[in-house]
């Protein structure tokens, strides 16, 4: 089955770039589907920051574009996520995941276990 | 984008009915049949309860419904049992400033 797997640095210096990645097993992203970022302040609710296709097609948070590249690579089968000159209010739990139908605005049923990113000098 | 109202907290005892609602404009949640709802125990990830407004996805208890009236959708849960207590996000794809999707504030259900 499709399972997602985000990595990156737990923890990350005011004004620096974030960087995470989600490994994808059980599936190719080349063969289609949309790939989404969310994330999770502690104690908060769910923010949506953005999604993007295999071929790079993308489609951004408003609140957070000026500041979010996500990216796709095919050969390793992974998708990414950049978000720079961060402040401690992007200290959150940041998952990844797959919306069930084709668009990027279809319910996500597959998500990773989330990666906890702690903002902090 | 403006997140989704949903109330903070609700409550039931088990065996009752409980309805959580999720209120959205013409450009969301009023405009669009792509309405979502989210289960997520603490420490989890969340979980699909129901897609489309009111579709469940394979293994999620019949329990479980959603509907829409207007600019606002509920998502019911019937029969409560003590593992239905945790918290509950409505999302919703959104027109309004660029295309996107929008998550609600999310509504803490206790079985009493």
């Known amino acids: ?121 | 984008q403006s997140a989704l109202t949903q109330p903070a907290s609700v409550s039931g005892s088990p065996g009752q009915s409980i309805t959580i609602s999720c209120t959205g404009t013409s450009s969301d949640v009023g405009g669009y049949n792509y309405v979502s709802w989210y289960q997520q125990h603490p420490g989890k990830a969340p979980k699909l309860m129901i897609y489309e407004v009111s579709n469940r996805p394979s293994g999620v208890s019949n329990r479980f419904s959603g509907s829409k009236s207007g600019n606002t959708a509920s998502l019911t849960i019937s029969g409560l049992q003590a593992e239905d207590e945790a918290d509950y996000y409505c999302s919703s794809y959104t027109s309004s400033s660029t295309l996107g999707v929008v998550f609600g504030g999310g509504t803490k259900l206790t079985v009493l």
């Open chain 1, 1 to 121: 089955q499709v399972q997602l797997q985000e990595s990156g640095p737990g923890l990350v210096k005011p004004s620096e770039t974030l960087s995470l990645t989600c490994a994808v097993s059980g599936y190719s992203i080349s063969s289609g589907y949309y790939w989404g970022w969310i994330r999770q302040p502690p104690g908060k609710g769910l923010e949506w920051i953005g999604s993007i296709y295999h071929s790079g097609s993308t489609y951004y948070n408003p609140s957070l574009k000026s500041r979010v590249t996500i990216s796709v690579d095919t050969s390793k089968n992974q998708f990414s996520l950049k978000l720079s000159s961060v402040t401690a209010a992007d200290t959150a739990v940041y998952y990844c995941a797959r919306p069930a139908g084709g668009d990027f605005y279809d319910a996500f049923d597959i998500w990773g276990q989330g990666t906890m990113v702690t903002v902090s000098s």
